[in-house]
Nanobody, 122 residues
Framework: QLQASGGGLVQAGGSLTLSCVAS????????MGWFRQAPGNEREFVAG???????YYVDSVKGRFTISRDSAKNTVYLQLNRLKPVDTAVYYC??????????????????WGQGTLVTVSS
């Protein structure tokens, strides 16, 4: 129900845009999030969005990443700018059935995409 895409290999300082298309759910009623998992690390929260002015970011990506959503396309995006090698990870999109005040809590999410790999070279 969640299909993520847009990952790839990019040099440090570069940019990528990740997309996640949702199907089979009423998109507007879901809180959408992005998580990532680097090799050897646990999966961690990156960003979440309820509406255009209700977004939440982990401190390490603030000012570099932007989350947005397009209800007409049932799609959530993650714009990754000024990428660093430490951003290398598999990025996952996730959907929670309702608004959550704790978007960093993975247990709040009901559906997960398959992940898309972002590799940042130095």
């Amino acid at each position: 129900q969640l299909q993520a895409s847009g990952g790839g290999l990019v040099q440090a300082g570069g940019s990528l845009t990740l997309s996640c298309v949702a199907s089979g759910l009423f998109f507007n009623s879901y809180y959408m999030g992005w998580f990532r998992q680097a090799p050897g690390n646990e999966r961690e929260f990156v960003a979440g969005i309820w509406s255009g002015d209700s977004t939440y970011y982990v401190d390490s990506v603030k000012g570099r990443f932007t989350i947005s959503r397009d209800s007409a396309k049932n799609t959530v995006y993650l714009q990754l700018n000024r990428l660093k090698p430490v951003d290398t990870a598999v990025y996952y999109c996730a959907a929670a059935r309702a608004y959550t005040s704790t978007p960093y809590n993975q247990r709040r999410y009901d559906y997960w995409g398959q992940g898309t790999l972002v590799t940042v070279s130095s």
